[in-house]
């Protein structure tokens, strides 16, 4: 049977539609000759500009794709976004993995990576998934910088502030007080240098008797350094050692008087002798005091025979004569 012109003109029409169709849907991450995919969902406040058709990878291997973005149209959730993902791999996971949007490289583009957890019931298709956004280098960068930029601000505002107050300080009044001041400083430092001049001045004057003196500490110090060396030499220990032997025969020799050992010892031990000796004196100064004024008692010559008067010891207390 020979088909018509018209008839294969019908033919390749559709063949060209169908495979408009499958390319579109390719396109939308849609593939119409893998009926088994399996779909799930999640809920984003901000999809960080994830878009359909983005790739799903698990552990990085591609597994699927985004198939659709919409409006979440719950009243109480309204502008959520939810991501519906679809799935060729077969690969099991539960409810409780993480569906974490990141950045795919630098120059742009998210992608969708779900990190798979075990714990619990496991995912079938048409269940929600936890949904994650990882901040990008640029987001990262923004959050450090805005801080620093809210506390630059401040200090551009303090400082404007100070410069005000600065201002408003220095009026006219206060630049010329300060500009004396400042004269008043310089004037300050110019009797300062003139000062030190005189000093230095002074310095140079003197030095030579300051050299003199030093000069005579010098020699000072080499003589008693001499001094020093005569006295080490001068075998000192010995000297020592004769002055200890001497004082311990002073220290044996008062104490042989303490105990009445030698004349002397008896002398200043024996009461009885020192009262003899002190007897003796006495009557030695009466005696000497006797002959002192009545001569003739001791040395007697008389051609007449006349008889020398006897001793008198009341005239004798009173130092008189017995004439």
Do not use: C
Request: proline content about 1%; overall charge positive; hydrophobic content about 40%.
């Amino acid at each position: 049977m020979k088909m018509s012109k018209e008839f294969k003109t019908g033919i390749v029409a559709v063949i060209i539609i169908g495979v408009f169709i499958w390319g579109f849907n390719f396109l939308k991450g849609q593939n119409l000759f893998e009926g088994n995919a399996r779909h799930f969902l999640i809920e984003y406040n901000n999809i960080q500009g994830l878009n359909k058709a983005s790739i799903v990878t698990i552990n990085g291997l591609q597994v699927g794709k985004v198939v659709d973005i919409r409006f979440n149209e719950d009243v109480d959730k309204k502008g959520r976004l939810i991501v519906e993902i679809s799935l060729d791999n077969d690969f099991q996971f539960s409810k409780n993995s993480v569906a974490k949007i990141y950045s795919a490289s630098l120059l742009g583009g998210q992608s969708l990576a779900i990190i798979p957890s075990y714990e619990g019931d496991m995912a079938v298709s048409g269940d929600y998934l936890k949904g994650e956004v990882e901040s990008d280098i640029f987001s990262t960068v923004g959050e450090k910088l805005n801080p620093l930029q809210a506390k630059l601000e401040n200090v551009i505002v303090s400082a404007d502030s100070l410069f005000q107050g600065v201002n408003q300080v220095l009026n006219k009044n206060t630049r010329e007080s300060l500009n004396r001041s400042v004269k008043g400083l310089e004037y300050t430092i110019s009797d300062f240098r003139k000062t030190l001049k005189s000093v230095n001045q002074l310095l140079d004057s003197s030095k030579t008797s300051i050299d003199g003196t030093l000069k005579n500490a010098e020699q000072l110090t080499a003589n008693a350094t001499k001094i020093s060396d005569t006295l080490i030499s001068a075998n000192i220990g010995a000297t020592i050692k004769k002055m200890e032997l001497t004082l311990s025969n002073v220290n044996s020799l008062m104490d042989s008087l303490k105990i009445g050992k030698g004349t002397l010892g008896k002398l200043m031990t024996d009461d009885q002798l020192y009262m003899n000796l002190t007897n003796a004196s006495k009557e030695m100064e009466e005696l000497l005091r006797e002959m002192k004024l009545n001569p003739k008692r001791f040395v007697h010559f008389s051609l007449f025979g006349k008889k020398a008067k006897p001793y008198n010891d009341e005239n004798n207390k009173k130092n008189k004569s017995n004439k």
